[in-house]
């Protein structure tokens, strides 16, 4: 029987409200778990089979025919089903898993109980299909940590995605070096390619994508459109690259940061879709060169106003220097700065005085908390990059 | 777009991404201008000046590396 729906509405975009202008005798029964079969597909509209039932709905994410959903039966009269609320996102619920899985005809294994639950608690509407592209990936591709199978969870249920063949390279640009340890290999192969002999226009193009001198004002800013400018620079970099293909130890060094820099290009376009925007700059302090990882997560808040959660480590390798954390909104910053040293009476002297010049200077307002205090860059940007994951 | 149809095919030349593959597309769908606020940027800038000014030159740096900047 075919229940035509009145009243198809949604309550949040992946609650299902339906009805049915039929009587139904075999109302699924609350807070079970149901398959909705996709038996027909129509412009916006899908026909899925519910328990024997077929029933007319607007699905909150595109499915083909034959797909299978799993979800979670809210009332029975009339019927509404939730597809994103398994759980809650401190607690799931192992058997409620397994449930999911059969219910899909899929094998508990470890991967799939993974995966499953990652989708739960990104709330993402559960599709067979996808569950299983999803699991034959990391089967595929192992050892694979938690932000990366945010990113491909991410990109799977994106409206771009077609085929799981498509991700196999983006898993493997994100997986074979994290970000802030290419920044670290991209910042010592410039310091190695410094002490070559190399033409000035190639030292000027570096100088002018990625260096910042925090002691010099009149030193240029960084150039407005690094995207597009690390793109030029990479193929400048391999014009000389060809030239100097009789020079051994020049061209493996142009060569080595080409690829460094490609690595960094596609890990950062990746990461953008997911309105994270992590970036490093080199610093010239007096002469010394030092390396700044930064990232930036852009988070929409309640009013519908945009704020950033700014995480900025300086130092390179085992040099750690500090770093601050905090939050950006239209009108200011706050967070806490975390310096190696003891913080003394003159540190914070100096740090309340440079802070004034600062709000001077920007007219933000300015909360930072000055304290002592060491973290791993890596653990750091580790345990940033994991969020991606809730986030996916 | 040019220069970026470039890059993709010097990272496929160099065995980065597959010929043929579709990774390009698939990112290309998905790039994002970045819309970080420049008043963000800015004071990231000064907020790392503040980092090293307070800790007061102890910095470290590579007093060894040879460098001509």
Same mark, same amino acid.
């Given at each position: 029987?075919?229940?035509?729906?009145?009243?198809?509405?949604?309550?949040?975009?992946?609650?299902?409200?339906?009805?049915?202008?039929?009587?139904?005798?075999?109302?699924?029964?609350?807070?079970?778990?149901? =398959?909705?079969?996709?038996?027909?597909?129509?412009?916006?509209?899908?026909? +899925?089979? /519910?328990?024997?039932?077929?029933?007319? %709905?607007?699905?909150?994410?595109?499915?083909?025919?034959?797909?299978?959903?799993?979800?979670?039966?809210?009332? !029975?009269?009339?019927?509404?089903?939730?597809? *994103?609320?398994?759980? &809650?996102?401190?607690?799931? *619920?192992? &058997?409620?898993?397994?449930?999911?899985?059969?219910?899909?005809?899929?094998?508990?294994?470890?991967?799939?109980? =993974?995966?499953?639950?990652?989708?739960?608690?990104?709330?993402?509407?559960?599709?067979?299909?996808?569950?299983?592209?999803?699991?034959?990936?990391?089967? !595929?591709?192992?050892?694979?940590?938690?932000?990366?199978?945010?990113?491909?969870?991410?990109?799977? @249920?994106?409206?771009?995605?077609?085929?799981?063949?498509?991700?196999?390279?983006?898993?493997?640009?994100?997986?074979?070096?994290?970000?802030?340890?290419?920044?670290?290999?991209?910042?010592?192969?410039?310091?190695?390619?410094?002490?070559?002999?190399?033409?000035?226009?190639?030292?000027?193009?570096?100088? #002018? +994508?990625?260096?910042?001198?925090?002691?010099?004002?009149?030193?240029?800013?960084?150039?407005?459109?690094?995207?597009?400018?690390?793109?030029?620079?990479?193929?400048?970099?391999?014009? @000389?690259?060809?030239?100097?293909?009789?020079?051994?130890?020049?061209?493996?060094?142009?060569?080595?940061?080409?690829?460094?820099?490609?690595?960094?290009?596609?890990?950062?376009?990746?990461?953008?879709?997911?309105?994270?925007?992590?970036?490093?700059?080199?610093?010239?302090?007096?002469?010394?060169?030092?390396?700044?990882?930064?990232?930036?997560?852009?988070?929409?808040?309640?009013?519908?106003?945009?704020?950033?959660? %700014?995480? /900025? $480590?300086?130092?390179? &390798?085992?040099?750690?220097?500090?770093?601050?954390?905090?939050?950006?909104?239209? =009108?200011?910053?706050?967070?806490?700065? !975390? /310096?190696?040293?003891?913080?003394?009476?003159?540190? =914070?002297?100096?740090?309340?005085?440079?802070?004034?010049?600062?709000?001077?200077? %920007?007219?933000?307002? /300015?909360?930072?908390?000055?304290?002592?205090?060491?973290?791993?860059?890596?653990?750091?940007?580790?345990?940033?990059?994991?969020?991606?994951?809730? #986030?996916? | 777009?040019?220069?970026?149809?470039?890059?993709?095919?010097?990272?496929?030349? #160099?065995?980065?991404?597959?010929?043929?593959?579709?990774?390009?597309?698939?990112?290309?769908?998905?790039?994002?201008?970045?819309? $970080?606020?420049?008043?963000?940027?800015?004071?990231?800038?000064?907020?790392?000046?503040?980092?090293?000014? %307070? &800790?007061?030159?102890?910095?470290?740096?590579?007093?060894?590396? #040879?460098?001509?900047?």
């Amino acid at each position: 029987m075919i229940s035509s729906l009145d009243n198809n509405k949604y309550i949040s975009l992946d609650v299902l409200k339906l009805s049915s202008k039929g009587f139904l005798s075999n109302l699924p029964q609350e807070n079970s778990i149901v =398959t909705l079969k996709v038996v027909e597909k129509f412009d916006a509209l899908y026909k +899925v089979l /519910i328990d024997g039932e077929v029933f007319q %709905t607007k699905l909150p994410i595109d499915v083909n025919k034959g797909d299978l959903l799993v979800g979670k039966v809210i009332t !029975n009269n009339p019927l509404t089903i939730g597809l *994103d609320n398994f759980g &809650q996102l401190k607690f799931i *619920d192992q &058997q409620v898993l397994v449930d999911i899985i059969k219910k899909f005809g899929i094998k508990v294994t470890k991967t799939s109980l =993974t995966v499953v639950e990652k989708l739960v608690v990104a709330k993402k509407t559960l599709v067979k299909s996808k569950v299983e592209d999803l699991i034959s990936l990391i089967d !595929n591709d192992i050892e694979m940590i938690d932000y990366q199978v945010g990113i491909l969870i991410g990109l799977m @249920w994106s409206a771009s995605y077609q085929r799981k063949e498509d991700l196999y390279e983006v898993a493997k640009i994100m997986k074979e070096i994290p970000f802030d340890k290419l920044c670290n290999e991209i910042f010592i192969s410039i310091i190695r390619l410094n002490g070559l002999n190399l033409p000035n226009s190639i030292y000027d193009e570096i100088k #002018k +994508v990625f260096f910042v001198n925090i002691v010099d004002e009149s030193f240029p800013n960084l150039a407005a459109n690094k995207n597009s400018s690390v793109i030029s620079l990479i193929l400048l970099l391999n014009s @000389w690259a060809e030239r100097y293909i009789n020079l051994k130890t020049e061209s493996d060094e142009l060569n080595y940061l080409i690829e460094k820099l490609i690595k960094y290009h596609f890990q950062k376009k990746i990461y953008n879709s997911f309105n994270f925007f992590p970036d490093f700059y080199i610093i010239i302090n007096n002469k010394e060169l030092d390396l700044v990882v930064y990232s930036y997560e852009q988070l929409n808040g309640s009013l519908g106003n945009k704020y950033y959660k %700014t995480d /900025i $480590i300086c130092g390179y &390798q085992n040099k750690y220097k500090g770093l601050i954390d905090g939050v950006f909104i239209n =009108t200011g910053f706050s967070g806490k700065m !975390n /310096i190696i040293d003891s913080v003394t009476k003159e540190k =914070t002297s100096i740090f309340d005085s440079l802070i004034n010049k600062i709000i001077n200077k %920007t007219n933000l307002s /300015i909360n930072l908390l000055l304290s002592q205090g060491y973290t791993s860059p890596e653990f750091k940007y580790q345990a940033k990059a994991d969020l991606l994951n809730i #986030k996916a | 777009m040019e220069e970026e149809e470039k890059l993709y095919q010097l990272a496929k030349l #160099k065995g980065l991404i597959k010929k043929d593959s579709i990774f390009s597309e698939a990112v290309k769908l998905q790039n994002k201008e970045e819309k $970080i606020p420049n008043k963000l940027t800015g004071l990231t800038i000064e907020l790392v000046k503040l980092l090293y000014s %307070t &800790q007061a030159s102890k910095s470290g740096g590579n007093k060894d590396d #040879k460098r001509s900047i």
